[in-house]
C-alpha cells in the first residue's frame, strides 16, 4: 500500500478499504497466525506471518545460489554510500536517545519518509525542515516532555494520517493543523497545559480518532460535532459551564464517546443553575447517553448556602442517565437528598460511588452504595 501498488489514495479511504480487502484475503488464505481483531470483529487489528511462509521464504534464499559480487568503488564516492541509502528509507523508529542538532539535521534529509518516531527524545523544538517531510504518513512526538510547541507549518503534512502527540507540554495546538486534511488518528492526551482546541480542526473531515484525556481543555469547537467520520473521542473530563461546554454539544458528540464520560460541573450563580437544568432538559441525555456504560458526574460549586440548599435537587434531576447504566459515580453533590431515579427498579445500575456528600442524611438507595 505505502508503495502505491494498490493504486493512488484518491483521499476517500477507498486504497485503505482494498488494503484491508487484500489483508482479509491473506489472512483467509492461513498467510497469517496469531490474528487479533477490533472489538466488532470486523477488522484485523494484529498479526504476524505464519511461520510456514517465513520458513518457505528462508528456503528460497538457501536455495538460490547464484554467485554474487560487490563491485569496488572509486574513493571520493564512498563518503556518498550513507546519504545515498539514507534517502531512501520509509521507517524511522527512534526512542530513549537524545537526538542532537546534527542527528535532526540528518533525518531532516530523508525526504522520502512515510513514519517518523521521535519518543523520549528529549526534544525541545522540532526542526523547522521536519516539516518539509511531505511524503510523512505517520509522525510521533510522543514522552518530549520539554516540547512546548509546533509550528504553523505543521499544515503542510498534507499527506499525515496519524499524529501523536501523547505527554507532552503543549499550550496551544496552532491553526495549522486544520490543512491535515487527509489526518484519521491524532493524540493530543496528557498535554495538561492545554487548554483549547483551534476551531481549524473542524477541517479535519477525515478524522476518526481524537484523544484528549488528561488536558485541561476547558471549551470543545462546535465543529467537531460535524466531523462525520470521527467515531471515536476520549476526553476527560467533559467540562459543563458558562464559562465551559453545553450539555448540548453532546447530542453532536454523544455518538463518538467510548463507553464511559466524566461530567465536570462548575456552578457558580442561581442563574446558571437555572440554564444548566434546561440545558440537561433539551440534551436529553437519557437518550444521548445509552451507549454508555459508567458515567461520573463531579460539581465544583462556588455558591453560598442559602442558593445550595434550594437547587442542588433540581439540577441533579435533571441529569437522568439511561437505564442501562452499569456504574454510576456522583462527586460534590451537596443536596439533602440523594436523586429518586438512583432508586429506580427501571435501571440496571451494579455500582454507585459517592463522595464529598457534606449536605446528604439520607441512606443510599436500595442499599446498592457506599458513602465514602
Known amino acids: 500500500m505505502a508503495q502505491g501498488y494498490l493504486g493512488s489514495d484518491s483521499g476517500n479511504g477507498a486504497a485503505e478499504l482494498k488494503g484491508r480487502e487484500n489483508l482479509r484475503n491473506l489472512a483467509m488464505r492461513c498467510l497469517f497466525q496469531d490474528i487479533e481483531k477490533s472489538e466488532s470483529g470486523e477488522q484485523i487489528e494484529w498479526c504476524k506471518l505464519h511461520d510456514i511462509v517465513h520458513d518457505f521464504a528462508l528456503s528460497l534464499r538457501k536455495n538460490d545460489d547464484k554467485e554474487r559480487s560487490c563491485q569496488v568503488c572509486d574513493s571520493s564516492l564512498v563518503s556518498h554510500v550513507q546519504p545515498f541509502v539514507g534517502i531512501h528509507l520509509r521507517w524511522l523508529d527512534i526512542r530513549l536517545i537524545t ?21 523520549w527524545c528529549e526534544l525541545t523544538e522540532i526542526p523547522q525542515q521536519i516539516w518539509s517531510l511531505n511524503q510523512l504518513r505517520r509522525l510521533d512526538l510522543s514522552w518530549n516532555r520539554e516540547l512546548k510547541e509546533l509550528s504553523e507549518s505543521m499544515g503542510s503534512l498534507v499527506e499525515l494520517r496519524t499524529l501523536s502527540l501523547e505527554s507532552c507540554s503543549l499550550k496551544v495546538i496552532c491553526r495549522g493543523i486544520g490543512n491535515l486534511v487527509q489526518l484519521r488518528q491524532l493524540d493530543l492526551s496528557r498535554n495538561r497545559e492545554l487548554k483549547e482546541l483551534p476551531e481549524s480542526m473542524g477541517s479535519l473531515v477525515e478524522l476518526q480518532t481524537l484523544k484528549i484525556e488528561r488536558t485541561d481543555i476547558n471549551y470543545l469547537p462546535q465543529a467537531l460535532g460535524e466531523l462525520s467520520n470521527l467515531h471515536t473521542l476520549e476526553l476527560c473530563p467533559f467540562k459543563v459551564g458558562s464559562q465551559y461546554n453545553k450539555l448540548g454539544l453532546l447530542k453532536k458528540l454523544y455518538r463518538r464517546l467510548i463507553v464511559s464520560l466524566h461530567l465536570k460541573i462548575y456552578l457558580s450563580s442561581m442563574s ?24 461520573e458526574i463531579s460539581f465544583e460549586s462556588e455558591m453560598n448556602e442559602m442558593e445550595q440548599s434550594s437547587i442542588w435537587m433540581e439540577v441533579v434531576g435533571g441529569l437522568v442517565p439511561h437505564y442501562k447504566l452499569k456504574e454510576l459515580a456522583i462527586y460534590g453533590y451537596e443536596g439533602s437528598r440523594l436523586p429518586h431515579w438512583m432508586s429506580s427498579p427501571l435501571n440496571f445500575i451494579k455500582q454507585i460511588r459517592l463522595g464529598i456528600l457534606s449536605e446528604v442524611s439520607s441512606s443510599a438507595p436500595n442499599g446498592r452504595s457506599g458513602r465514602t
Request: hydrophobic share 45%.
Open 99 to 119: 537526538l542532537s542538532k546534527d542527528d535532526l539535521e540528518i533525518i531532516c534529509r530523508l525526504y522520502f519518509l512515510q513514519s517518523l518516531l521521535l519518543l
Open 272 to 295: 446558571e443553575k437555572v440554564d444548566l437544568v434546561e440545558d440537561a432538559r433539551q440534551a436529553q441525555l437519557k437518550t444521548l447517553l445509552q451507549e454508555l456504560e459508567t458515567l
